[in-house]
Nanobody, 119 residues
Framework: QVQLVESGGGLVQAGGSLRLSCAAS????????MGWLRQAPGKEREFVAR????????YYADSVKGRFTISRDNAKNMVYLQMNSLKPEDTAVYYC????????????WGQGTQVTVSS
């Protein structure tokens, strides 16, 4: 199976930046979709961004569009989320996840990394 490990979270002031990393084990097929989701206490997990492993096409939630950038390094099985202009509303545990097909279930999840944005 695919194993995912997130890193790069931390505490940052509003307006600051963080770069999250997701390391995936094993071979990732070009049809896979890698994504970032987040969950704040008392809320459901929320989609943030995704990227097609092969094509590199991206899609973002409206709440982060223009501020966050998802990218990948296929050779290293790495996915990144560059987060700029952070807001307190971005505070959440951020999870890396894999979909075999866009629109399908999230087949694999990491354990998450905490992002806290202070006012």
């Amino acid at each position: 199976q695919v194993q995912l490990v997130e890193s790069g979270g931390g505490l940052v002031q509003a307006g600051g930046s963080l770069r999250l990393s997701c390391a995936a084990s094993g071979r990732i097929f070009s049809t896979y979709v890698m994504g970032w989701l987040r969950q704040a206490p008392g809320k459901e997990r929320e989609f943030v961004a995704r990227i097609n492993w092969g094509r590199g096409s991206t899609y973002y939630a409206d709440s982060v569009k223009g501020r966050f950038t998802i990218s990948r390094d296929n050779a290293k099985n790495m996915v990144y989320l560059q987060m700029n202009s952070l807001k307190p509303e971005d505070t959440a545990v951020y999870y890396c996840a894999v979909q075999f097909v866009v629109g399908g279930n999230y087949n694999y999840w990491g354990q998450g990394t905490q992002v806290t944005v202070s006012s």
